[in-house]
């Protein structure tokens, strides 16, 4: 019994100074980061590549938080974000990699660095991120965050304001538990109008092409391709000036697929064949990507440039068999692919 009472005594005595620790643990917000976006802006829709600094913006940093000191005992400071992470996106800072969250303007992201004011300082990650306090001082507990903006992907045209919004909050931790309130951290209001050079399909947005009837027994082996080849087929694009246009097939079917045979859709009934798609008048097939416009997606490749405004680009493609299997199934076979235009 005489065992229990002191285990509850330790107990209350740790609760007690938690509470101590807290009350003596005040964190405050101090300035606001302002990052800036050029009023206006006149660029190619997607020839800017993700996780660079936004052309002509400004990063914002600002003495941000502080620690009242006074009988405050921490060991730790942790930063945690407000925002919504954009997949696959990381700003490459001087110290290491940072997440990239929301501004609220499409492709258009802000990432985060914040450290004490005698050190260097933290890129931010998607989730809390804690490190060492400072030493003891009117300045070693003071904190600094930074704000970059950043490119996410294909910024189109509009005017965009976001309002003034909350990117993290700041906590004082002893022990790996936060000891004080948690001050709010944010940025002001941003601005931008965006004239965004690109193109629109006029013709051959849908195509249905028919293939020719294969002689099963006219492929021998394996990787061995048709002579006959699919009526020609081609979309038409109509471009603003110095527009460098390209493209990525998609294998609608398997969207992963990057090699250059087409999966077959699963209401063929015939197997042992696929679908190659070329650029019309080469023997070269083409390999196939991801569904996205983003700069240097995977086997994306260049159809051409628009030499002044209202230029017509012509996309034309032929498609032929391809041997897949020892053994070909006669029956009827069907294919999809997508092609996903990229403007540079």
Same mark, same amino acid.
């Given at each position: 019994?005489?065992?229990?009472?002191?285990?509850?005594?330790?107990?209350?005595?740790?609760?007690?100074?938690?509470?101590?620790?807290?009350?003596?643990?005040?964190?405050?917000?101090?300035?606001?980061?302002?990052?800036?976006?050029?009023?206006?802006?006149?660029?190619?829709?997607?020839?800017?590549?993700?996780?660079?600094?936004?052309?002509?913006?400004?990063?914002?940093?600002?003495?941000?938080?502080?620690?009242?000191?006074?009988?405050?005992?921490?060991?730790?400071?942790?930063?945690?974000?407000?925002?919504?992470?954009?997949?696959?996106?990381?700003?490459?800072?001087?110290?290491?990699?940072?997440?990239?969250?929301?501004?609220?303007?499409?492709?258009?992201?802000?990432?985060?660095?914040?450290?004490?004011?005698?050190?260097?300082?933290?890129?931010?990650?998607?989730?809390?991120?804690?490190?060492?306090?400072?030493?003891?001082?009117?300045?070693?507990?003071?904190?600094?965050?930074?704000?970059?903006?950043?490119?996410?992907?294909?910024?189109?045209?509009?005017?965009?304001?976001?309002?003034?919004?909350?990117?993290?909050?700041?906590?004082?931790?002893?022990?790996?538990?936060?000891?004080?309130?948690?001050? *709010?951290?944010?940025?002001?209001?941003?601005?931008? $109008?965006?004239? !965004?050079?690109?193109?629109? %399909?006029? =013709?051959? +947005?849908? #195509?249905?092409?028919?293939?020719?009837?294969?002689?099963?027994?006219?492929?021998?082996?394996?990787?061995?391709?048709?002579?006959?080849?699919?009526?020609?087929?081609?979309?038409?694009?109509?471009?603003?000036?110095?527009? *460098?246009?390209?493209?990525?097939?998609?294998?609608? $079917?398997?969207? !992963?697929?990057?090699?250059? %045979?087409? =999966?077959? +859709?699963? #209401?063929?009934?015939?197997?042992?064949?696929?679908?190659?798609?070329?650029?019309?008048?080469?023997?070269?097939?083409?390999?196939?990507?991801?569904?996205?416009?983003?700069?240097?997606?995977?086997?994306?490749?260049?159809?051409?440039?628009?030499?002044?405004?209202?230029?017509?680009?012509?996309?034309?493609?032929?498609?032929?068999?391809?041997?897949? +299997?020892?053994?070909?199934?006669?029956?009827?076979?069907?294919?999809?692919?997508?092609?996903?235009?990229?403007?540079?």
């Amino acid at each position: 019994m005489l065992f229990k009472m002191i285990s509850g005594a330790l107990i209350l005595g740790v609760m007690f100074l938690s509470e101590s620790a807290f009350a003596g643990c005040t964190v405050r917000s101090r300035m606001t980061p302002s990052p800036a976006l050029p009023s206006t802006i006149s660029h190619v829709r997607d020839s800017l590549a993700p996780g660079i600094q936004f052309p002509s913006s400004t990063a914002g940093g600002a003495y941000a938080a502080d620690v009242d000191n006074a009988d405050c005992k921490i060991d730790a400071i942790v930063v945690t974000p407000l925002g919504k992470v954009v997949p696959g996106v990381t700003y490459q800072s001087k110290t290491g990699p940072a997440a990239v969250f929301e501004t609220g303007i499409p492709g258009i992201g802000y990432a985060l660095e914040t450290g004490n004011l005698n050190s260097p300082l933290v890129p931010i990650g998607a989730e809390p991120t804690v490190f060492p306090a400072g030493p003891f001082g009117s300045s070693g507990w003071g904190y600094y965050q930074l704000v970059t903006l950043v490119v996410t992907g294909s910024v189109p045209t509009g005017n965009y304001r976001v309002a003034a919004q909350t990117t993290s909050t700041l906590g004082a931790m002893l022990n790996g538990t936060v000891v004080s309130n948690r001050a *709010s951290m944010g940025i002001y209001a941003l601005n931008i $109008t965006v004239t !965004a050079k690109a193109c629109t %399909i006029t =013709s051959g +947005a849908t #195509n249905t092409v028919v293939m020719p009837q294969l002689v099963t027994y006219s492929l021998k082996a394996v990787g061995d391709v048709s002579a006959a080849k699919s009526a020609p087929f081609s979309l038409g694009l109509k471009c603003d000036a110095g527009v *460098s246009v390209y493209a990525t097939l998609t294998d609608a $079917t398997n969207p !992963a697929n990057t090699g250059n %045979i087409l =999966s077959l +859709a699963k #209401n063929s009934t015939a197997s042992g064949l696929g679908i190659q798609i070329m650029k019309k008048g080469t023997s070269i097939p083409l390999n196939f990507g991801p569904d996205s416009a983003a700069k240097g997606n995977t086997n994306q490749w260049l159809v051409g440039t628009s030499a002044a405004s209202g230029s017509v680009i012509s996309v034309p493609f032929e498609a032929r068999y391809i041997k897949t +299997a020892e053994t070909i199934k006669p029956g009827a076979m069907s294919a999809l692919s997508t092609i996903t235009f990229s403007y540079q």
